[in-house]
């Protein structure tokens, strides 16, 4: 990792969770991996690169609000060896109007591990890092995931985590999911 990123890493005992910063995500869309590279410190795997839709939906957040950067996606990085295993990260700062019914000062967060990296608890150890970070240093209190019902595994996540189911939608790209929203202690 780069100094910069790496002072601004969230920190667990296997996981750094890297800030994607706009610059990044241009060279990733505009298929500059090398530059890429350099920016994030590691090599990219194929598993981000496909992550085209996302990359632009946060670029363009980014781009209209700059100083939503600490809130946005970060690479989750396997401290041990230095591979990106997934990415997470807000949708949002705390307070997005679309969550006003359901969660007033709260923020939505979503995560993505990488298959080879699956059922080895980083995705719960990674959510856990990033709500403490926001609560501790932010005083978050409230948390929304939005999870397909079909997905078994985060589904078991969100409940050991302590979310609890408080609606249901249909997301215009995702389909059916479930809201489940937790209060931080």
Known sequence: MSDQNLSEAITSARLALVPMSPEFLEACLMGELAVATRLLGRPLPPEWLAEEALMRVRLDQ???NPAL?????????????????GNIGFHS??????????????????????PAFRRQGYAREASATLMAWAGNLHQVRQFVLTISPDNLP?????QRLGFRKV???????DGPENIFRMDWA
């Open 62 to 64: 980014l781009h209209q």
């Open 69 to 85: 950067q600490p809130w946005l996606l970060r690479a989750i990085i396997l401290r041990a060896t230095g591979e990106m295993i």
């Open 93 to 114: 700062a705390p307070g997005p109007e679309y969550l006003a019914t359901i969660a007033p000062a709260g923020v939505e967060f979503g995560y993505t591990i990488f």
């Open 154 to 158: 985060s589904l078991r996540i969100a």
């Open 167 to 173: 609606g249901a939608h249909i997301d215009a790209v």
